[in-house]
């Protein structure tokens, strides 16, 4: 008898080329999965075995962690460096409008602030990405009584030349 004729689920076929995790994000970001990721963005440049990954000549960097709930490996911090690309630098609108592509889908607007006077920071909640990294937010909920699952920040770098990276992660500590 076979798992399915005993009503157990099977775990999905990984070597499958045509099926991809499902995203939360429109081009693969936070909360996605590293394989859902790197189907898009191609293999990571700095290795399996590297703290940060890279993708798409260092423009991409990602940190992925296994999340205890969801047993996903997931990423927890996305960072697009604009420096790494042909356009350096951004305008404010530019930056926003690259970051909407590596946030959740549902992401919604909390609030927007001033970190220093060469970081802004703008604070959304997720339902998608709350169930994706349920685990962490349990972690982050048990250090941080303010915690609220979902919750994640874009801040955005810039200098006298205009923003060279928008940096997007988990929690709201900027």
């Excluded at 076979?2 to 991809?20: L, R």
């Amino acid at each position: 008898m076979t798992d399915t004729e005993s009503g157990k689920a099977t775990e999905p076929v990984k070597d499958q080329s045509t099926s991809i995790e499902p995203l939360i994000t429109k081009t693969g970001g936070l909360g996605d999965t590293r394989e859902a990721i790197e189907q898009l963005r191609g293999a990571d440049e700095n290795g399996q075995d590297a703290a940060i990954s890279s993708y798409q000549n260092n423009s991409f960097l990602a940190i992925y962690a296994q999340d205890e709930v969801t047993k996903k490996n997931t990423a927890l911090k996305v960072t697009l460096s604009f420096e790494a690309t042909d356009t350096p630098r951004r305008s404010k609108k530019e930056a926003i409008r690259e970051a909407s592509s590596v946030i959740p889908s549902d992401a919604v607007k909390v609030k927007e602030y001033k970190v220093a006077e060469e970081r802004d920071a703008i604070e959304y909640e997720s339902k998608l990405l709350s169930e994706q990294l349920k685990g962490w937010y349990d972690l982050d909920a048990a250090n941080n009584p303010e915690s609220v699952p979902g919750t994640f920040i874009v801040i955005l770098n810039l200098d006298k030349e205009g923003f060279f990276s928008v940096v997007v992660g988990a929690g709201n500590n900027p």
